[in-house]
């Protein structure tokens, strides 16, 4: 399954594609839109994050798109710039038939580091762990992105009461069940 995890922003927008193999995580493509750099003018840097994911998920052909789902901010001028800049990432996607998954920012966090209050350093630092990652991306937009994509990995396995019961999980994956 590869996924691509965004972590969308006007001015700058993260991205991380992976792919789970069995019960490994692999690196495929990773990177920032930096939107501000392109245009002032915020509608051509929501047309330049569209397009630019548009080639990534072409480049890449992921199975899924994952975002972390909007937190409430205090400034409402900042959170109208992320909402369109989240849905111009969507629209990429959606106009890939790629399907959208989104998860809090708390569990995200637990996904990865196992505590949902980590901080981005503590997240950065498991995300490189996680995927073998010897660089420090310049950025945490793109270690929240491959978070992101590593959260629905995560998720993707476990049941919920829309893809079946703990049984059926015990069933699917002998595997992963310690005995006691």
Known sequence: M??????????????GVIEKKKNSLHVIEYGVI???????????RLKEIYLRLLKVIERTKPDVASFESTFYSKNAQSLLKLAHARASA??????NDTPV????PKEVKKSVTGKG?????????????????????????VTDALAVAICHCLRADLPSSK?????????KNPGRIAKI
Do not use: R
């Open 2 to 15: 590869k996924v691509l995890g965004i972590d969308p922003g006007s001015v700058i927008c993260g991205y």
């Open 34 to 44: 930096k939107a501000k750099k392109i245009s002032e003018n915020f509608p051509e």
């Open 90 to 95: 969507m629209l990429a996607a959606a106009m």
């Open 101 to 104: 998954m989104e998860y809090s």
């Open 117 to 141: 209050s980590a901080s981005k350093e503590q997240v950065q630092f498991m995300v490189k762990t996680l995927l073998n990652i010897k660089e420090t991306p310049e950025f945490f937009d």
């Open 163 to 171: 893809s079946g019961t703990w049984e059926e999980f015990i069933k």
